[in-house]
């Protein structure tokens, strides 16, 4: 059975959990939470650019 994004559903109910979860066994699952949460966070590590335009302005990336 797949959850969210085609993770397994056991991935998704301990990913609900967020900070207040930690996996300890087996080291399997503790790798694919932890590598789910890096993929996560990865969008926060680096400051975004300033956001200039109005609300219909189209984002140059």
């Known amino acids: ?3 969210f994004a085609g ?3 056991q991935d998704t109910w301990i990913l609900q959990f967020g ?3 930690e996996v300890l ?4 699952l503790r790798g ?3 590598d789910e949460l890096r993929a996560a966070a990865a969008p926060y590590r680096e400051p975004r650019r300033a956001w ?3 609300r219909n302005a189209r ?3």
Do not use: Q, V
Request: net charge neutral.
């Open 1 to 3: 059975m797949h959850g």
């Open 7 to 9: 993770l397994p559903a």
């Open 19 to 21: 900070a207040e979860a």
């Open 25 to 28: 066994a087996p080291a399997s």
């Open 32 to 34: 694919a939470i932890a």
């Open 52 to 54: 200039k335009g109005g």
């Open 59 to 61: 984002r140059a990336d």
